[in-house]
């Protein structure tokens, strides 16, 4: 059973993770969260997929996280910096002295994620992408 501090977090709406998440919260009650604009995902989706059941205002998962928000992990804090352009609804979670980045910044040899779904924007991912950078070391 999940404690208080346990969650599922999504950095952001991808279809794999989606169905792993609900899965995990099956099996250990952990509650699911992710990015306050997965609505602006859901909305761009379903129809693209003709999902015209499916509510579009996050209710499947159990918490929305908006900028600054802050989830307890242990004697740790999680705190979210919404950082959209791959997704709008993708987030960044900071631990400590880590940044957990999901498909926002990816390897050197990589550079960044792709803004090419439906609903990414290359202004909004460079724009997140700075702000990353701004981080701390
Ligand atoms: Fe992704």
């Known amino acids: 059973m999940a404690g208080e501090d346990q969650a599922a977090v999504h950095a952001h709406a991808h279809a794999n993770h989606l169905v792993g998440g609900h899965w995990l919260r099956e099996k250990t009650g952990a509650p699911l969260v992710i990015g306050a604009r997965i609505g602006d995902v859901q909305r761009v989706f379903a129809p693209r997929f003709a999902m015209d059941d499916l509510a579009t ?3 499947q998962f159990d918490k929305l996280l908006e900028e600054g928000a802050t ?6 804090t999680i705190r979210v910096l919404h950082t959209p352009g791959h997704t709008p609804a993708c987030v960044t979670y900071l631990i400590g002295d880590a ?3 999901g498909d926002t910044l990816l390897m050197p040899d990589y550079g960044s994620a792709r803004c090419d779904f ?4 290359a202004a909004m991912l460079h724009a997140s ?3 990353i950078l701004a981080l701390p070391p």
């Open 99 to 101: 940044a957990f980045v």
């Open 57 to 59: 205002d996050g209710r």
């Open 71 to 76: 989830l307890p992990l242990g004697n740790l």
């Open 129 to 131: 992408i700075q702000k």
């Open 118 to 121: 439906p609903g990414g924007d």
